[in-house]
């Protein structure tokens, strides 16, 4: 796996890597990651990505953090 493309944005840690014909996407926050994988051939460019990630795909992720961290304090409760 090697990185490609990283993408400046103020919340998050974005990442793209290529890997057996796929691209990576990365998306990270605190020691939360979600990824999501793309046919190469489903993209002209890597930089058709930059259109691909709105404001509202970002709002969705976080969303999704915000539900990974709550689940991951259950998880830790429940260990205790």
């Known amino acids: ?7 400046a944005h103020s919340r998050y840690l974005i990442q793209v890597h290529e890997y057996n014909s ?5 998306i990270t926050l605190d020691s939360y990651e979600q990824l999501f994988k793309l046919e190469k051939d489903e993209l002209s460019s890597l930089d058709m990505l ?31």
Not at 1 to 7: D, G, T
Not at 22 to 26: A, E
Not at 54 to 62: A, I, K, M, R, V
């Open 1 to 7: 796996m090697r990185l490609v493309k990283e993408i």
């Open 22 to 26: 796929k691209y990576l996407l990365k």
């Open 50 to 80: 930059d259109e691909l990630l709105t404001p509202d795909f970002f709002s969705n992720c976080l969303t999704r953090f915000i539900s990974m961290r709550e689940d991951m304090l259950k998880f830790k409760k429940i260990t205790k």
